[in-house]
């Protein structure tokens, strides 16, 4: 099936088997290896891509799902050597450690800061509930998070 | 390469459907897609995630309509779903995490039919009929019936799961919701409950009492809801509903949980649903 969808901003087009997971055409047919792969049944929230500015585990959708779909990944989120809020706070407030959901992480955060103010520590961590973190113990991860979220103008401190 | 259909109306995925019976129906995949990597490929898919006719929420004076490819993000974000169907927006917010809640739909879960789909004892205890519909015909069916087994249904190869039918509540209706899990997000339940009590003058005039994780099909507990019904509250119709509740329920072990521990936490859920209402 012919896939055509926008990433990071860019029009790619590809041939491939339709029920593939995203998660694979991402880093195999489009070498972004960012995006992780931790569980592969939609638990860690490694894999999480924004589908239209959603975020989702790549890891459950088909490539033929995204036909025509817009997607953000990890290496779409700074400008070059320019971090985001949320990226420049992960890394200030020590919220990544073996960083192999980081990335996941990163997308997710970004996502939610978008599209929710007065984000408290209680809500992102719901918010954030399906990113699984094995070394941080996400507290560092939450006032990154909260930073971040109260510099896009949402209150973020408790 | 498998065939991957993406119909962009109703109208075109039920002619689909009704050509290709062998095709494996795709909403958002949460389900279909967990370890895809270690199954062949379907021979072919019809995608329904993305069809308009089959998403959104529809409120009339009877009843709440939802179109079976309607994300639980939208679910969530719906004010009309939070308040009349309270257990329902609790049961939805506690499935996954925000990544499942945007592709995850209640279509998929009526069509999973999986004995732990978080929607599923709500919508037992909600009365709610599931349309069904093929090229030539629309049918409903109470989801009691449509669920005849471990992840079977009666959906005929020729039908879509279009929509679910949720009958307005009565007024004086208290409605109720339990997950016990390992944690609230991203687990799968060990337990569910959820339940439904008209109360008119004191009494307890209309009762579902469903379980889920408990058996190889969400059920309903009937003997419990028959004590109940006619019934004023009271602490010792919540202990006699709970001893109903211990010897029809009979859970099994696996992997996430033990029957004792299931059929322990399901006696409990119910009588504290019991005693709320005291």
Redesign the interface.
């Known amino acids: 099936?012919k896939i055509r969808m926008q990433v990071n901003g860019a029009a790619r087009e590809l041939e491939t088997?339709?029920?593939r997971?995203l998660l694979?055409v991402l880093r195999e047919d489009c070498g972004l290896t960012g995006t992780k792969e931790g569980c592969?049944?939609?638990?860690c929230?490694a894999c999480?891509v924004l589908i239209d500015g959603?975020?989702?585990?790549s890891?459950?959708?088909?490539v033929?799902?995204v036909?025509e779909a817009e997607l953000l990944t990890v290496e779409g989120l700074s400008d070059g050597e320019l971090l985001t809020d949320v990226q420049r706070a992960l890394v200030e407030h020590g919220g990544a450690q073996c960083g192999i959901c980081t990335p996941g992480i990163a997308v997710?955060a970004e996502s939610?800061i978008r599209r929710e103010k007065n984000l408290d520590h209680a809500r992102i961590r719901?918010?954030?509930?399906?990113?699984?973190c094995r070394c941080t113990g996400y507290q560092r991860v939450v006032e990154a998070v909260a930073e971040a979220a109260a510099k896009r103008g949402g209150a973020g401190d408790e | 390469m498998s065939e991957f259909l993406s119909p962009r109306t109703l109208a075109e995925a039920l002619k689909l459907r009704s050509a290709h019976p062998d095709f494996t129906v795709l909403s958002g995949g949460t389900d279909l897609m967990v370890r895809a990597t270690e199954r062949d490929y379907p021979v072919g898919t019809i995608d329904v995630f993305s069809l308009k006719e089959m998403r959104g929420v529809c409120e009339s004076d009877a009843a709440l309509s939802i179109g079976a490819s309607t994300p639980y993000a939208d679910l969530l974000r719906s004010d009309v779903v939070l308040t009349m169907l309270p257990n329902l927006h609790a049961a939805i917010r506690e499935i996954g995490a925000v990544q499942i809640q945007e592709r995850g739909t209640i279509g998929g879960n009526i069509g999973t039919s999986s004995p732990v789909g978080d929607t599923l004892p709500c919508l037992l205890a909600l009365d709610a009929e599931v349309e069904l519909r093929s090229q030539n015909n629309t049918r409903r069916v109470a989801y009691s019936d449509f669920c005849t087994g471990y992840r079977k249904t009666q959906l005929g190869a020729d039908e879509l799961i279009t929509a679910i039918h949720i009958p307005r509540p009565a007024k004086g209706t208290r409605l109720f919701w339990r997950k016990i899990g390992t944690r609230r997000a991203q687990a799968i339940s060990k337990v569910m409950g959820a339940a439904s009590f008209r109360i008119e003058e004191g009494v307890v005039s209309h009762a579902r009492i469903a379980l889920g994780a408990v058996a190889d099909r969400p059920r309903r507990v009937e003997a419990a809801e028959q004590r109940i019904q006619g019934e004023k509250p009271s602490e010792r119709l919540a202990t006699e509903v709970a001893a109903i509740v211990r010897s029809d329920v009979k859970p099994i072990d696996d992997v996430r949980s033990t029957a004792s521990y299931r059929l322990d936490v399901a006696v409990n859920i119910v009588r504290r649903f019991v005693l709320e209402l005291v």
């Open positions: 099936m088997e339709p029920m997971r694979d592969g049944e939609g638990e929230g999480t959603k975020p989702v585990n890891c459950l959708v088909p033929g799902q036909h997710t939610l719901e918010l954030l509930a399906g990113n699984l």
